[in-house]
C-alpha cells in the first residue's frame, strides 16, 4: 500500500466510523429513499386536483402532469442534495481536519517524510472518495424507489440521467467538504470550524439567490424553477454578480436540466464550469495549507 | 438567586468580550437590511412596469384602467423574517451549544460546581443570560428593521404596524431563545464537546428545513410554476370548492407542517406581518383568532426547551463521566 492509499484509507475508516456524521448520513440516505414517496403523493393530489375541476367543469386544459417523465420523482433529491448533503459534506471535512488538530496527530505525522501538501491531497482524495460512494449507494437506493413507485424497472436512459445527476452532486459536494476541511485548519476552536463554513452555505444558498432574483429564501426549498428574475436595470446588475456565486441554484438548474425538466432552459456547460472552478479552488486552498496552519492548538 | 444572577452577569460579560456575538448580530442586520432593499427594487419594478403599462393603454387609446400595485410595508420583511428563522435559529443553535462547549473547552465545570450552588443556579443562570440576550439583539434587530423600512423601502409606516412589529419581535425572540436552549440542552447531555452542537445541528436541519420542505411539496399548487390553480385557469372561489374534496390529504399536509415549530412561528409572524393575504390590513385581534394556536404552539416549546435545559443543567448531569 502506497503511502497516498494508506492515509486515504484510513481517512475512509476515521469517517465510516464516525457516529455523527453517520447521523446526518441516515437523515440524507433517508430522505433521498422518501422523495419518490413524497414524490409519488404530490403527484396523486395534482391528479385528483385536475380530475375533480374537470368533473366541475371548471377547467378545460389538459392535465399538466400528463406523460409525466418517472424523473419527475427525483426533483426532490436536487433540494435534499443542496440541504442535507451539502451540510454533511461540511461536517465531515471539518472533522477531518479538527480530529487530526485535537488528536495532536499532525505533529506526528509531518514529522515522518510526508510533506502537508501530499498529506492533505490524500485526505481530501480520501474524503471526496466517501462521498462519492455515499452517492453511488444513494443513486441506487432513488432508482430503486422510484422503480417501486412506477410500478416498473427504471429504463435505461433514464437511470442514466439519474447517475448523472448524482455525478453532479458529486461536485456540487466536493468544494463544501474542501470548504469544511479549510475551516478545520484554520478555525481557532471547534465552534467556529464548524460554524464558518455553515454560514458561508447559507449565504451561498439563501441569500445570494434572493439578491439575483428576488426569489423567498423558503421558496429556493421547492424543486418547482421559481418565476424568473426581474429584468430591471437593479436586477440585471445584481444577477450579473451574484449569479455564479449561487453554486446551489446553478446545481438546481444544471439538476433540472439533467432530469429533463420542461421548465428549464438554457444549457448545462456554465454551471458545470462553476461547480469545477470552485471545487479546484476549494482543493488547492485545502492542499497549500502549511505546515505551522496544522500544528496551530485549539483555543476551546 | 444571587448566584444565578452572578452567573448570568459572567455570561453577558463573556459574550460582550468575544466577537462572535456581533458578529451574528451584524450578519443578521446585513441579511434582513439587504431582504428589505431587494424588496423595494422589486416593488419599484413593479410600479414602473405598471406605468409602460397604462402608457401603452393610452397609446392604444384605450380609457380602461387596470389598479395599481399596492405597497404594503410590512411585507417586505418577508424574506427578512425567512433569514430569522432559518439563518437566525443556526446562530441561536450556536449560541445555546457554545455556553456549554466553552466551559468544558476550559474545564471551568469542575471549578463552577465546587462552590454552594443552588440545584438549578448554573442552568438559570445561563437561561437568563441567553434570554437577555436575545431580547436586547431583537430590540436592536426590529429598530433597525424600522429605520431600513423608513429609509430605503420609504415605507409609510402607522402606529398599528408599529405594534405588528412589536408583536413580532416578541415571537422571533421566544423562537431563538427556544433553540438556544435546545441545542444548550444537548450540548449538556452530550458527553463530547462536539456531539451536542451537531446533534442540535440535525435537529435543526430536520425542524426549520426539511419538515416545511416536505409540507411545501406535498402543496397541489406548488407543483406547477406559477401555482396549479392558475395553470388550470380556476380562480380562488372555485380553488376553495376544487380543495373541499381533498380535506384528508390537506389535513394531513396540515399535521406534518405543524409538528415543525419553525412553520408555527412563520405562520404567526407571517400573519402579523400581513404577509399572508387573509390577514393583511386585519385587526389584531382578528389575527389573534386565527392564529392564537400557532402562538401557543411556540410558547408550549419554548416552554419544553426551558424545562428541558433547566433540569439536564445540574451538577449531577454535567459532571457524569463516560462509562
Known amino acids: 500500500m502506497t503511502r497516498w492509499s494508506a492515509v486515504m484509507v484510513h481517512e475512509l475508516l476515521c469517517t465510516t466510523r464516525e457516529r455523527l456524521p453517520q447521523l446526518l448520513l441516515a437523515v440524507f440516505v433517508g430522505m433521498i429513499a422518501a422523495s419518490a414517496f413524497i414524490g409519488s403523493s404530490a403527484r396523486a393530489s395534482v391528479t385528483g386536483v385536475y380530475q375533480e375541476a374537470l368533473r366541475q367543469g371548471l377547467t378545460t386544459v389538459s392535465n399538466p402532469f400528463d406523460a409525466l417523465s418517472p424523473l419527475y420523482y427525483a426533483r426532490n433529491t436536487v433540494i435534499y442534495i443542496v440541504l442535507i448533503g451539502a451540510l454533511l459534506a461540511i461536517v465531515v471535512g471539518v472533522n477531518s481536519t479538527l480530529r487530526d488538530r485535537q488528536a495532536r496527530t499532525a505533529d506526528l505525522i509531518l514529522s515522518r517524510d510526508v510533506g502537508p501538501a ?30 417501486v413507485v412506477t410500478g416498473q424497472v427504471l429504463a435505461g436512459g433514464d437511470s442514466a440521467r439519474i447517475a448523472g445527476l448524482y455525478a ?12 469544511g476541511m479549510a475551516a478545520g485548519l484554520h478555525a481557532a476552536s471547534s465552534t467556529s470550524a464548524l460554524l464558518t463554513p455553515i454560514v458561508i452555505w447559507s449565504v451561498v444558498i439563501f441569500i445570494l439567490p434572493l439578491l439575483g432574483t428576488a426569489a423567498h429564501p423558503v421558496s429556493l426549498l421547492n424543486p418547482v424553477s421559481p418565476p424568473p428574475a426581474p429584468q430591471g436595470g437593479f436586477f440585471a446588475a445584481t444577477s450579473s454578480l451574484v449569479d455564479p456565486l449561487s453554486l446551489g441554484e446553478q446545481f438546481k438548474h444544471v439538476g433540472a436540466l439533467i432530469l429533463a425538466d420542461p421548465q428549464a432552459t438554457g444549457t448545462m456547460a456554465g454551471g458545470i464550469l462553476t461547480m469545477a472552478a470552485f471545487a479546484v479552488a476549494g482543493c488547492a486552498a485545502v492542499v497549500m495549507t502549511r505546515r505551522t496552519r496544522m500544528r496551530r492548538l485549539l483555543h476551546d | 438567586m444571587i448566584e444565578m444572577l452572578t452567573l448570568a452577569k459572567k455570561e453577558l460579560t463573556d459574550l460582550r468580550r468575544s466577537r462572535l456575538l456581533l458578529v451574528l448580530f451584524a450578519f443578521l442586520a446585513v441579511a434582513v437590511i439587504l431582504s428589505v432593499v431587494v424588496a423595494s427594487a422589486d416593488f419599484r419594478l413593479k410600479i414602473a412596469d405598471y406605468r409602460h403599462y397604462l402608457d401603452a393603454l393610452k397609446a392604444a387609446g384605450s380609457t380602461a384602467a387596470a389598479p395599481a400595485p399596492q405597497l404594503f410595508p410590512l411585507q417586505m420583511l418577508r424574506g427578512g ?44 443562570g445561563k437561561i437568563l443570560a441567553l434570554s437577555l440576550i436575545w431580547a436586547t439583539t431583537m430590540g436592536a434587530l426590529f429598530l433597525v428593521i424600522v429605520a431600513t423600512l423608513l429609509l430605503v423601502g420609504n415605507a409609510p409606516l402607522q402606529g398599528g404596524d408599529y405594534l405588528a412589529l412589536a408583536i413580532v419581535a416578541a415571537h422571533t425572540t421566544g423562537y431563538l431563545i427556544m433553540w438556544s436552549l435546545l441545542a444548550m440542552t444537548l ?23 426539511i419538515i416545511p420542505q416536505i409540507g411545501d411539496t406535498m402543496d397541489p399548487d406548488n407543483q406547477i410554476p406559477g401555482g396549479l390553480f392558475a395553470s388550470l385557469q380556476v380562480d380562488k372561489s372555485h380553488e376553495q370548492a376544487v380543495m373541499a374534496h381533498f380535506t384528508g390529504y390537506e389535513t394531513t399536509r396540515d399535521l406534518i407542517e405543524q409538528t415543525s415549530v419553525t412553520k408555527q412561528y412563520e405562520r404567526a409572524t407571517f400573519a402579523y406581518l400581513g404577509i399572508k393575504n387573509e390577514y393583511n390590513q386585519q385587526s389584531l385581534s382578528f389575527i389573534w383568532a386565527g392564529t392564537f394556536n400557532n402562538t401557543l404552539w411556540l410558547l408550549a416549546g419554548l416552554a419544553t426547551s426551558l424545562g428541558a435545559a433547566l433540569l439536564s443543567g445540574t451538577k449531577k448531569t454535567i459532571l457524569r463521566k463516560a462509562p
Do not use: D, H, Q
Request: charged content about 10%; overall charge positive; hydrophobic content about 65%.
Open chain 1, 168 to 179: 453532479l452532486a458529486w461536485l456540487f459536494m466536493l468544494p463544501f467538504v474542501a470548504l
Open chain 2, 187 to 209: 450540548a449538556t447531555l452530550a458527553l463530547r464537546t462536539g456531539t451536542g452542537l451537531i446533534l442540535a445541528l440535525v435537529l435543526w436541519l430536520v425542524v426549520v428545513l
Open chain 2, 81 to 124: 423574517m425567512e433569514y430569522l428563522e432559518i439563518i437566525g435559529s443556526l446562530f441561536a443553535v450556536v449560541l445555546g451549544a457554545s455556553m456549554i462547549t466553552k466551559e468544558k473547552g476550559r474545564g471551568t465545570l469542575a471549578l463552577i460546581f465546587s462552590r454552594p450552588l443552588g440545584r438549578y443556579a448554573f442552568a438559570g
Open chain 1, 118 to 147: 501530499f498529506y492533505l491531497g490524500s485526505k481530501l482524495a480520501g474524503l471526496a472518495l466517501f462521498v462519492l460512494l455515499l452517492l453511488a449507494l444513494s443513486a441506487l437506493l432513488n432508482i430503486g424507489c422510484i422503480s
